[in-house]
Every structure is written in structure tokens, then in C-alpha cells.
């Protein structure tokens, strides 16, 4: 069972903005302002009062504070933003970049840069505890309430790619994603493979198996254009595989991005943008 536009791989990527014919600057030499999105379990997870984070900790906060020992800057200053879609929206922002769980697509490649990719990864199915039967294709899945995020990868496979037969329930957070699949909802909830595999470790007691032929299957692979290579295992020097355990590598080509690619971009309201 594959869900998902064809030639869409989902990535953990560096959002920068579009355009700049110079490297464009911090505003604060001494301090590195990042946009997260809070939360999302394994990657970015803490407290917040307002816009401000107070508490953060996961995978991607690593790699900011990586990131920003590479580039030579002492702090690290992190910013919510509540809606997701504000970090591609390619409106000026209050921080420098923004570090998340993107699909990389044309439509928001035009509004803002992409770093490499730093975490490959896939769409997956999770289904509330006690469902069954587990279902095995996409037909199964049409008749069931299924749940995502809005203005995600997951909710647009919902709509293009399942198209159920019920109208799904999009939510404004992957905490409350989680929330909703187990209070019950939804019978089902399409989002990040990792993102959900953490969940469910976390927390196994609160939610039922992935969807698929395998129903061990952590994720729901996208087909390739017939003919497109597979991915490369290795993109300037970072192995996915090792990038998730070791945040310094991811950092280094992100730091390099920033210092070769950032240039080519147009600057957009002192760089500071979505």
C-alpha cells in the first residue's frame, strides 16, 4: 500500500529564503534565531509562553545548536511558530531560518530555499488501538475516518491519493494528531513515518499498528517516476542513516549550505524569512 504523490520523498530540511545575490546576514552576529514549529515527538518537542520556546530538546534542536557551533555563532534562540505553513509561506519572519519536517515541493520551493535533505523519510498509516481488521490497502482505508494535519504531505495524500469516502479530520498539530487518534477521533491517522514511529514508542499502549501488508511496517513507501533513480544514500557527505544519531554530521553540510547555496537566493526583508 503506497500513499503519496508520486515524486514527493519527504525530508527534514533547513528552510532558507528564496533569492540573494550576497550572503545575507544575521541581524545578531552573536546569536543564531531559528523558526521550529512545536511539537513534534523525537524531533522538537518543549515548552513554550506565546512565540517564545523556553524548553526545547529532540533531534532537529541538536542540530540547530550544531549548526549554529559550525557557522561560529554563540547562541541559539528558537521561535514557534503555531501554524506550520507559516515556515514556507515565503512572508518576512522574525528568525533566520527555519528548521522542520518538510516536504520539499515545487509549490513551496518557489517561495522558499531547501537544504538538502539531512532526514529522508516516508508517509505511514497509524490505526487507533482495537481496530480491526488491520487494513491491507488504500480501498480499506476509504470508509474509515482518517485524520492528519493541515496543509501537510499527509493530509494532501488523503485527499488525492486515498480519497475516502468520509470528509478526513485535519488538525492543527501532530500533539493534537496523536491526541485525537487516541481519545478515538479517528480510526486512523496519515503523517511522518518518524514522527509516528516515535509516538508509538513512547507510548505503544495508546495506539494499534501501522496499516499495510506488513502490519509491522513502519512506513508507506512513495512509487518513483519509472525510470528515476533511487535516492542517494549519501548527499554531501551526511549518511541518513548516521544523521539521525549523530546531529554534528547534518550540521556540517547545513553549515555549508548556508555558507555556498544561501547566495543565489534573493534576500527578502533582511533575509529574515518564511
Known amino acids: 500500500m503506497r500513499v503519496g504523490a508520486a515524486a514527493a520523498l519527504l525530508a527534514c530540511v533547513l528552510a532558507l529564503p528564496v533569492g540573494a ?85 515545487p509549490e513551496r520551493a518557489r517561495r522558499v530555499d531547501f537544504s538538502k535533505p539531512y532526514l529522508t523519510a516516508d508517509q505511514a498509516v497509524l490505526m487507533r488501538e482495537g481496530f480491526t481488521p488491520v487494513p491491507t490497502s488504500i480501498a480499506a482505508l476509504r470508509g474509515l475516518q482518517l485524520c492528519s494535519e493541515r496543509a501537510t504531505t499527509g493530509a494532501r495524500a488523503i485527499v488525492d491519493r486515498i480519497k475516502p469516502t468520509r470528509k478526513p479530520r485535519l488538525v492543527a498539530n501532530p500533539s493534537q494528531l496523536t491526541y485525537d487518534l487516541y481519545s478515538d477521533r479517528c480510526d486512523a491517522i496519515v503523517f511522518d513515518a518518524p514522527v509516528l514511529g516515535a509516538a508509538r514508542a513512547a507510548a505503544p499502549e495508546r495506539y494499534g499498528p501501522f496499516a499495510g501488508p506488513d502490519r509491522h511496517a513502519r ?56
Request: charged share 25%; aromatic share 2%.
Open 219 to 274: 512506513a508507506l513507501r512513495h512509487r518513483l517516476p519509472e525510470g528515476q533513480p533511487a535516492p542517494r544514500e549519501r548527499e554531501r557527505g551526511v549518511e541518513r542513516a548516521d544523521s539521525r544519531r549523530h546531529p554534528g554530521a547534518a550540521a556540517e553540510a547545513l553549515a555549508d549550505h548556508r555558507r555556498r547555496d544561501a547566495p543565489r537566493a534573493p534576500l527578502v526583508a533582511s533575509f529574515r524569512t518564511g
Open 21 to 105: 545575490t550576497a550572503p545575507p546576514p544575521l541581524e545578531d552576529p552573536s546569536e543564531l534565531v531559528v523558526g521550529v514549529s512545536m511539537p513534534v515527538t523525537g524531533l522538537q518537542v518543549g515548552a513554550v509562553r506565546g512565540r517564545s520556546v523556553v524548553l526545547a530538546k529532540g533531534l532537529e534542536i541538536d542540530l540547530a545548536r550544531a549548526l549554529a557551533k559550525r557557522l561560529g555563532v554563540p547562541r541559539v534562540r528558537f521561535v514557534h511558530e503555531p501554524l506550520f505553513s507559516t515556515l514556507v509561506s515565503g512572508r518576512p519572519a522574525d528568525w533566520d531560518l527555519a528548521l522542520a519536517a518538510i516536504t520539499i515541493t
